[in-house]
């Protein structure tokens, strides 16, 4: 499992409580964080270095829990790499259009993942007659990766993001960003108890554990599975973070260097 930084930490604490059973690796690329504001074509290559180094470990899944890296990268990682590989984007939108019941969704992402369109695509594609309003957050991650959640800035910045989305009367709101499900109480409140918000760390690890059942590769009910990290940056303050938004204990953590990395690559 891998992210731009430590906003996938919400996908894997998802992951740990439905999956007890199965062992993680981690890989946090806060050397490179964030990925929002980067060219498509920077994400996708970091996105095929993570990938190549993490399936070179003889792992059975590889989930993409990053919008911007879904975004940009996830079908071109299918196509060429010979593993499974899951992400962000469809499972979140499949649920949004289940759960939706005036057709209209509005999507918060980074700059990235709007640009690329996909959550567009992906909705209208399940139902051609939605309305989507989908709005880039530009600051949004990065105040969360630096441990702000509660601010008057980070109120300040919510409002203005979601008043587009409010205006328009969606009933349903996709957290395009692994991120963002740690300022959800804001988010509610901003929005009222009449929008639905759409976790896509839930929605993932469902995935996750469907993909796993359908190729018979779930480890044994009983078992308890082990998880540790790996990350591009300053090793204490991914800690300092990651421990925050994991919520369980954060261990058997280490550095990789990023040079390490750009020596995968993926044709």
């Known amino acids: 499992m891998f992210d731009s930084g430590v ?6 604490h998802e992951c740990l409580v ?11 690329d806060t050397g490179r964080f ?19 180094h993490l399936l070179s ?24 790499l010979d593993a499974s590989i899951i992400g962000a984007v469809h499972p979140e939108s499949e649920a949004a259009v289940q759960t939706t019941q005036n057709r209209k969704i509005g999507v918060l992402a980074t700059e990235a993942t709007i640009a690329s369109r996909s959550y567009q695509r992906a909705l209208l594609e399940l139902d051609a007659g939605l309305q989507v309003v989908a709005q880039s ?16 800035e980070m109120v300040a910045a919510v409002k203005g993001y979601a008043n587009p989305l409010k205006e328009a ?16 109480p804001m988010l509610q409140r901003v929005f009222g108890r009449d929008v639905t918000l759409i976790n896509p760390a839930r929605e993932i690890a469902r995935q996750a554990g469907q993909t796993l059942e359908r190729k018979g590769a779930r480890n044994a009910a009983g078992r308890e599975g082990a998880y540790s990290f790996l990350c591009t940056g300053n090793v204490e303050a991914f800690v300092d973070v990651g421990a925050r938004f994991l919520q369980m204990p954060f261990d058997d953590v280490r550095g990789i260097e990023i040079p390490e990395l750009e020596r995968m690559t993926v044709a």
């Open 7 to 12: 906003g996938g930490l919400t996908v894997l």
């Open 18 to 28: 439905a999956l007890p059973e199965e062992d993680f690796i981690y890989l946090g």
């Open 34 to 52: 964030p990925y929002g504001p980067r060219p498509i074509g920077d994400i996708r290559a970091f996105a095929g270095q993570i990938a190549s």
């Open 57 to 80: 470990l003889d792992v059975k899944l590889l989930v993409v829990a990053c919008n911007s890296a879904t975004a940009a990268a996830l079908p071109w990682l299918q196509e060429r």
């Open 137 to 152: 957050c530009p600051e949004l991650a990065s105040m969360i990766q630096a441990g702000d959640v509660s601010s008057p």
């Open 169 to 184: 009367e969606v009933d349903t709101v996709i957290l395009g960003c692994t991120h963002y499900p740690l300022v959800t």
